[in-house]
C-alpha cells in the first residue's frame, strides 16, 4: 500500500509562482519515474512533467522553461516549481509514481488525490 499527497495548489495572479509537493509513503522499496499531469476543465489529462531515479527530466512544450521538476528521494518526494504562471496552466494537478513496495517487487503505478491550480487575474 502506497499513498500519495499533494500538496501546495492555490489561487495565485498570473506571472505568480506556486510550487507543488507530492509525499509518498508506505512500504516503499524504491520509486523509480515520478510526474505531474494535469486536467483542465473540458479538457484531458496530460503529461506536464516527468523525473527519472537517474534524474532525467521531460516537459511538455507549454510549460518548458517555466517549470522545474525535482525530487528529494530521502523524503520520498517529488517537487514541481511552477513559475511565471498563465491563465491556461489552471487546473488539477496529480502526482504519479511508479513505486516498488515491500509486498510486491514489480513497480506499480500509483496516482495522488489532486491538488487545485488556479490562476486568475
Known amino acids: 500500500q502506497v499513498q500519495l499527497v499533494e500538496s501546495g495548489g492555490g489561487l495565485v495572479q498570473p506571472g505568480g509562482s506556486l510550487r507543488l509537493s507530492c509525499a509518498a509513503s508506505?512500504?516503499?522499496?524504491?520509486?523509480?519515474?515520478m510526474g505531474w499531469y494535469r486536467q483542465a476543465p473540458g479538457k484531458q489529462r496530460e503529461l506536464v512533467a516527468f523525473?527519472?531515479?537517474?534524474?532525467?527530466?521531460g516537459y511538455a512544450s507549454p510549460v518548458k522553461g517555466r517549470f522545474t521538476i525535482s525530487r528529494d528521494d530521502a523524503k520520498n518526494t517529488v517537487y514541481l516549481q511552477m513559475d511565471s504562471l498563465k491563465p491556461e496552466d489552471t487546473g488539477a494537478y496529480f502526482c504519479?509514481?511508479?513505486?516498488?513496495?515491500?509486498?510486491?517487487?514489480?513497480?506499480?503505478?500509483?496516482w495522488g488525490q489532486g491538488t487545485q491550480v488556479t490562476v486568475s487575474s
Open positions: 504519479n509514481a511508479d513505486v516498488s513496495t515491500s509486498d510486491s517487487r514489480r513497480p506499480n503505478s500509483y
Open positions: 508506505g512500504s516503499i522499496l524504491g520509486i523509480y519515474t
Open positions: 523525473i527519472d531515479n537517474g534524474g532525467s527530466t
